[in-house]
């Protein structure tokens, strides 16, 4: 069965703080994709990181960083010098194949991610 | 500008009274999706269209109902809505198998 899980479901950091949230995964494709979303207070959705997996190279998007590890199906996600702007809920979701050739998106349970002045 | 768009944005509607939420995309995406989400649950799949007239059930898909006429809309239909149908609901519209997906910016649903 496919599954992502995120373990944290709500973390409180005072700027400036770094902070990682975790996300877990189960598979047994060996080809698949792992994103990160970010929920702000308005709702809305915005794609961070797609990552196959086929390349577990870190990632670094200035404050953001991706830490991809197969051998323990985990695509950690952290943000260095946190600022109140980075409060949200955050989604990891893992694409697998499905049938007719759709490619379904599981999403965990989300982390929401308060950063205090 | 390349979007999905929604609407309604927010509906309070009564249980039983048949309602439609529609999506369009101006990408010419062939793959749309619908998902709700719910506290502690995430973002649940409903129904997905891989193209015109092709559309199948996802992971949550009893209640509602799809349809794929033309490429660019994706409407959500509930023929009764039940209080448990109360969530937020996002589209989503992809150009192909493993792209990421560009989500609608939801519509708040709830169901007295």
């Known amino acids: 069965a496919q599954k992502v899980t995120q373990a944290q479901t709500e973390i409180s950091v005072v700027e400036k703080e770094d902070v990682t949230l975790d996300c877990v995964y189960e598979t047994r494709d060996t080809t698949y994709y792992l994103f990160w979303y970010k929920q702000p207070p308005s709702g809305e959705l915005v794609f961070l990181i797609r990552r196959n997996s086929f390349d577990e190279q870190n990632e670094i998007s200035g404050r953001y960083s991706w830490n991809f590890q197969k051998s323990t199906s985990s695509f950690n996600f952290t943000i260095t010098a946190s600022q109140v702007v980075d409060s949200a809920v955050y989604f990891c979701a893992l694409r697998v194949p499905f049938s007719g050739g759709y490619n379904k998106l599981i999403f965990g349970a989300g982390t929401r991610l308060a950063v205090h002045p | 500008e390349a979007q999905v768009t929604q609407n309604p944005r927010y509906l309070i509607t009564v249980t039983g009274k048949k309602l439609t939420v529609t999506c369009s995309q101006n990408m010419n995406h062939e793959y749309m999706s619908w998902y709700r989400q719910d506290p502690g649950l995430g973002l649940r799949q409903i129904y997905y269209s891989m193209n015109v007239e092709v559309t199948d059930k996802g992971d949550v898909p009893e209640g509602y109902k799809v349809s794929r006429k033309e490429k660019r809309n994706f409407p959500l239909i509930l023929e009764s809505p039940s209080p448990n149908q109360t969530s937020l609901y996002f589209c989503?519209?992809?150009?192909?198998?493993?792209?990421?997906?560009?989500f609608g910016p939801g519509t708040r649903l709830t169901v007295t």
């Open positions: 989503a519209s992809s150009s192909g198998a493993f792209q990421e997906q560009y």
